[in-house]
Nanobody, 118 residues
Framework: QVQLVESGGGLVQPGGSLRLSCAASGSFRSFNVMGWYRQAPGKQRELVATMSSGGSTNYADSVKGRFTISRDNAKSAVYLEMNSLKPEDTAVYYC????????????WGQGTQVTVSS
């Protein structure tokens, strides 16, 4: 059983910053890709940023230059540094990890709310 637990969400004013963390626990070897997704009310869940075990990153165009993803493979953790936050960044942010093996196994966290408002 693998659990992903996010933390770090909250209320922040436009232009502010937040740092999200996601830590994995349970029985697993390693994750190929870890990343962040978000879902705003009435919208589909969308990719925010991902990082492979080798360090390759992928960002949504809407967050490029403002958000930075990082991970600590030794801790099986992934982080999202969010700067210059905008009201449109308001959403529930979910951590996702893809386990090794074939077919791959997808794990999701329970989500953490980020609200950007004055």
């Amino acid at each position: 059983q693998v659990q992903l637990v996010e933390s770090g969400g909250g209320l922040v004013q436009p232009g502010g910053s937040l740092r999200l963390s996601c830590a994995a626990s349970g029985s697993f070897r390693s994750f190929n890709v870890m990343g962040w997704y978000r879902q705003a009310p009435g919208k589909q869940r969308e990719l925010v940023a991902t990082m492979s075990s080798g360090g390759s990153t992928n960002y949504a165009d809407s967050v490029k230059g403002r958000f930075t993803i990082s991970r600590d493979n030794a801790k099986s953790a992934v982080y999202l540094e969010m700067n210059s936050l905008k009201p449109e960044d308001t959403a529930v942010y979910y951590c996702r990890a893809i386990g090794g093996g074939f077919p791959p196994t997808y794990y999701w966290g329970q989500g953490t709310q980020v609200t950007v408002s004055s």
